[in-house]
């Protein structure tokens, strides 16, 4: 999309608003390879964070463990480290792949752990999943509460977000109207030359009559 995107506007893209479907560790990557500032927060693991343990209590969430990127380990909430143990391939779409690396405190510390009924959710010791490339997920969420980014990504708000807001409310698109990908970019095609001709026709009496026409 990037690319088609440059294609059409000459490169000349330099920042990308975007929503959370838009903000995976690929998405990052594929974005600061083309040295495009990609704006979008990062979406939570809604599953990871709700997870139970044996005793039904909310379990100590991943966030609670700290990472050591020079040692390659976790530093649980009890001080013990869950050292590197093993790598698993994963498949992404349009055929990538992305390792994720598992991590494993000891069976000794877990079970004798105070924190082990709030920690452990099966199995004898807590494990920790990280996605190769996790890096960019969390510089993106420091990045996204700087304010100069904050004031940026609420122009989506009446920029991007303007053109849905009116094609389900003022053209009846909740739904498109016919089957096919041919039906569907036809509708899509026609919706687009709608909103840019209400545009060009607006700016147009804006440039012509000033005063009249403030929006
Ligand atoms: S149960 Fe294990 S991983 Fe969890 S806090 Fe205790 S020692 Fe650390």
Do not use: W
Not at 24 to 40: K, M, Q, T, Y
Not at 106 to 132: D, F, K, Y
Not at 156 to 163: A, D, F, K, N, P
């Amino acid at each position: 999309m990037i690319d088609k995107t440059q294609r059409i506007v000459g490169g000349r893209l330099k920042t990308m608003l975007a929503d959370g479907a838009y903000c995976s560790i690929l998405d990052l990557r594929d974005a600061e390879d083309r040295n495009v500032d990609l704006l979008a927060p990062v979406p939570e693991n809604s599953s990871t964070n709700k997870r139970k343990t044996a005793s039904g209590e909310p379990q100590i969430p991943r966030s609670k463990f700290t990472y050591d990127a020079t040692a390659n380990s976790y530093t649980c909430p009890a001080g013990h480290t869950l050292p590197y143990k093993e790598r698993q391939r994963n498949h992404r779409f349009g055929g990538r792949m992305l390792d994720q690396y598992r991590y494993q405190c000891s069976a000794a510390h877990c079970q004798s752990c105070p924190l082990a009924s709030r920690c452990l959710a099966g199995g004898n010791a807590r494990t920790i999943r990280r996605m190769e490339g996790e890096e960019l997920l969390e510089a993106q969420r420091i990045k996204m509460e700087r304010e100069d980014v904050k004031a940026c990504y609420a122009l989506r708000g009446q920029t991007v977000e303007r053109s849905f807001g009116d094609a389900k409310g003022n053209r009846r698109l909740e739904r498109f109207h016919g089957r096919g990908l041919t039906r569907v970019r036809t509708e899509t095609g026609l919706l687009v030359l709608a909103q840019n001709l209400q545009l060009v026709d607006r700016l147009q009496r804006t440039a012509t009559n000033p005063s009249k026409n403030k929006t």
